[in-house]
Every structure is written in C-alpha cells, then in structure tokens.
C-alpha cells in the first residue's frame, strides 16, 4: 500500500534563509509526487509535481523539490524563505498505473519569522 | 485562473441527517474526486468519478456516501445519514485527464459538523 511520511510536524526558518520540507514515500512501483499547500482557510494549492525526467523540479513561488528514488525521498526546498510562505504543506503521492487516487503525507508547518 | 468552487463553506447537521456537499469542478475537466480531513489527521481519499460513474472509492466510502453529477457543471457529495464520525473537513477536487501529468486541483473545503 502507498504511504507518505512527512517527519516534522512543523519547521521554523528565518526569512531569508533557505528551507527544506521532509517527504518520504512507501510504494511498490513507481511514483508520481506532488507538494501542496494550504493556507489557512484555504483549500489545497498545487505546487509541483515529479512524474518522471529530470530530479529536480521546480514549482510555483520559487519552490523546488528533488526526487531521489534510493533515499525515496521527495524534499521540499526553498532558497530563500519569504514570511508569507508560512503555512501548511503536504506531500502526496499517486502510484503508477494504480488509479488516480493521491495518499497524503500528514502535513508540516512551516513558521517563517522576520 | 479557473478554480474549483464548493458550497456551503460550512454546514451543521443533526446526526441521521442527509447532507449534500456541493462543487463545481474546473469547467472542462473529466475526472472529479472528493477527499476528507478529520481533524488534526490526514487528508484521505473517498472516491473519483468519471464518464459518470465511480472509477475508485475507498473502504470509507461505504453505501451511506454517494456521489452524482446532476448536470453540466456540478458533482455533488450525499451522505444519507450522518454520523458524528462524519464530522470533517470535506474537498472536492478535479483533473483533466487520468494522464500521467496531470493535476489535482482541489476546492476550498466544506466543514461538516455532525452534532
């Protein structure tokens, strides 16, 4: 069964310094990735995705993501974190010929202090 | 930008009523799922639609939810009977296609309370 881990319940960074998100997956074939966000009162923005190609994806607001299929792993980063980036993350993962469905990862907040 | 829209915002009901959960998926999209946040847990997937039938569901969408796309535009959510359990946060989202790039793109949520 598909699974995501997302290690850290919250993240705190200082703005301007660069971020990271923690993303971990379980599945038995191969994925396709994503990264969203929610504000609060908000529903689920979309970011970026990894469906195959290159490791290193970018998305929206200067976020980035690299896969790495050894470590399974799918971290969020940022160069240089902005305070409105504060909000709640998620990861998600759709596994490969297996339906559409997307399995969510727990969510992390990140906490951007000037 | 198109998005996906969802009525009501919020919606409290009596336990052993039926509510219906409303979206309107981005206009030319094909497949339309709805999704659940308890809170403080995770988000869970309960089914997608497309071609106007269930293409997946999971073990939570049992035969107390049901799903419909009366017209053109709107795919609604209908739990007959509601249990306390039920109380959530609500998403509905929508593809293009079932393609391998494609993207979820959810709505704002519907807090359900079930008192």
């Known amino acids: 069964a598909q699974s995501v881990a997302q290690p850290e319940d919250q993240v705190n960074v200082a703005e301007g310094n660069p971020l990271t998100v923690k993303c971990t997956y379980s599945v038995s074939g191969n994925p396709y990735l994503f990264w969203y966000v929610q504000y609060p009162n908000r529903g689920l923005q979309f970011l970026l995705k990894y469906i195959t190609g290159d490791n290193l994806v970018k998305g929206s607001y200067g976020f980035e993501a690299e896969f790495n299929k050894s470590q399974t792993s799918f971290h969020l980063k940022k160069p240089s974190a902005l305070v409105s980036d504060s909000a709640l993350y998620f990861c998600?993962?759709?596994?490969?010929?297996?339906?559409?469905?997307?399995?969510f990862g727990a969510g992390t907040i990140l906490r951007v202090k000037s | 930008e198109p998005e996906v829209t969802q009525t009501p915002s919020h919606q409290v009901t009596q336990m052993g009523q039926e509510v219906i959960l409303r979206c309107v998926p981005i206009s030319n999209h094909l497949y339309f799922y709805w999704y659940r946040q308890i809170l403080g847990q995770k988000v869970e997937f309960l089914v997608s639609f497309y071609n106007n039938e269930i293409s997946e569901k999971s073990e939570i969408f049992d035969d107390q939810f049901s799903v419909e796309r009366p017209d053109g535009s709107n795919f609604t959510l209908k739990i007959r009977s509601t249990k306390l359990e039920d109380s959530a946060m609500y998403f509905c989202?929508?593809?293009?296609?079932?393609?391998?790039?494609?993207?979820?793109?959810f709505g704002p949520g519907t807090r359900l309370t079930v008192l």
């Open positions: 989202a929508s593809s293009g296609s079932s393609g391998a790039v494609d993207t979820q793109y």
């Open positions: 998600a993962v759709r596994e490969r010929e297996k339906g559409n469905k997307l399995v």
